[in-house]
């Protein structure tokens, strides 16, 4: 065999072991358990306008006080609206949701808020996604669990749902409140 046909051989079969690595590591992780470098730390901070109040600024500070979920939203999502349901139920419970309007246009927001119902104790306007830069978002919709003094202690990617909720948010955001 030739030397040039041999790493020909071996190149593809670097390939195919290197695809086979890559299967089983995505095979073994959850995708939406990404992983989040701000696990453990506090809230970026900012100062960003509050969704329909463009003088009013929101902080980090804004954020303390008790655990709560962080969700980033859009109202180009549609994940985002199959969850919203759900976030106003949690809210009904006295679940406090901070909304995230993520790249999006305001007056839209405002709209589907009105039609929806708002769920958010507060909502931060990041129309240029700066903020959901610092968190490190991938897209809408991702939420977060904060603790009381603003320390992130969960990250999800996707819908929120019953079985979400009750299989991997609620444990965290209960022992939060437990603390």
């Known amino acids: 065999m030739s030397k040039g046909r041999l790493l020909a051989m071996l190149a593809v079969l670097g390939g195919v072991a290197a695809f086979a690595l890559m299967a089983l590591y995505g095979l073994k992780n959850d995708p939406q358990e990404l992983p989040s470098a701000l696990l453990g730390k506090p809230f970026p901070a900012f100062a960003q306008p509050a969704l329909g109040e463009p003088d009013k600024l929101l902080t980090e500070k804004d954020l303390l006080g008790k655990p709560a979920l ?9 994940t985002c609206r199959a969850e919203h349901d759900y976030f106003n139920q949690l809210a009904a419970r006295g ?5 995230i309007n993520y790249k999006d ?12 119902k708002d769920p958010y104790v507060l909502n931060i306007s990041d129309p240029k996604g700066r903020l959901g830069m610092e968190l490190g978002v991938y897209g809408a919709p991702e939420t977060f669990i904060i603790d009381a003094q603003g320390v992130i202690r969960h990250k999800f990617v996707g819908a929120v749902n019953a079985q979400v909720w009750r299989e991997r948010l609620a444990p965290v955001y209960q022992e939060l409140n437990r603390q």
């Open 70 to 78: 962080v969700n980033v939203w859009a109202t180009w999502c549609p």
């Open 95 to 99: 679940v406090p949701i901070i909304g």
């Open 105 to 116: 246009d305001d007056a839209k927001a405002q709209a589907w808020l009105q039609e929806l």
